[in-house]
């Protein structure tokens, strides 16, 4: 709630709570145990002058209007001030916050989102992260300044959702979904299906599940499907 106080020439707005400008310091709180991080007030009159009580307002904006005009009186400038920053504070913190977008690394393979497949190549101290899917956090380009033998660029990619199976790669080890290699070291990656779109043979690790609900025109009981999936290539 936010009131005009007057005396003859000018209105105040009471109830603007302010940071105060003292330096007051944890070791000074713990000595007086108050703590005056927040004036009350923003402006100084209003605790010390004599001030008459004019009309209470519920926004700080139709307060501050109101103080601009009322009884042919001047608004304070200090109240003035903090009213619009209390304006400005409630308008930034009511504002959407805007989703910050992963840059695109130019050249790079892959870019940050994106959904492939990981296969190990040789690794003497083994990896954190299951070959399967998994989604890329994070793209690293090391520029001209390479080591021997390793690829400008490197990737963080993990199970999604699943922080603990982080794992640093590069493109060797990463497929596009549609076009993961045979590796007899994993079963579905050498498997075959049947698409049942094309009719086609292809590995397990080339395809998809789609979903679709069944169209139903009587009542449906618990645990009857609701649902049919299909196998699909990821293409299809
Ligand atoms: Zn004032
Ligand atoms: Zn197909």
């Not at 209390?86 to 959407?96: G, R």
Request: proline fraction near 5%.
């Amino acid at each position: 709630m936010f009131s005009i106080r007057y005396n003859r020439a000018t209105n105040h707005i009471a109830g603007i709570a302010c940071k105060t400008t003292s330096n007051q310091s944890d070791a000074n709180i713990n000595e007086t145990g108050v703590v005056a991080y927040y004036a009350e007030n923003a402006c100084g009159v209003l605790t010390r002058g004599r001030l008459a009580q004019g009309a209470s307002y519920e926004r700080i904006q139709d307060a501050l209007d109101a103080a601009r005009i009322t009884g042919g009186r001047k608004v304070c400038k200090t109240c003035e001030k903090a009213a619009l920053a209390a304006l400005e504070a409630e308008a930034a913190a009511t504002a959407p916050v805007e989703e910050s977008k992963p840059e695109i690394v130019e050249g790079a393979e892959h870019q940050v989102g994106d959904k492939l497949f990981f296969l190990p190549g040789e690794r003497p101290h083994g990896y954190r992260c299951p070959a399967g899917e998994v989604e890329v956090v994070r793209v690293v380009d090391h520029g001209e300044h390479r080591r021997f033998g390793t690829e400008r660029f490197t990737y963080v990619v993990q199970v999604p959702g699943i922080d603990a199976t982080r794992q640093g790669t590069d493109a060797t080890e990463l497929h596009k979904p549609g076009s993961v290699p045979e590796d007899y070291r994993f079963e579905w990656t050498y498997t075959k299906t049947i698409c049942a779109d094309c009719r086609q043979p292809v590995t397990y690790a080339n395809t998809k599940i789609r979903t679709e609900p069944i169209e139903r025109t009587g009542p449906t009981y618990y645990g009857q499907c609701t649902r049919k999936e299909f196998r699909v290539c990821v293409s299809c």
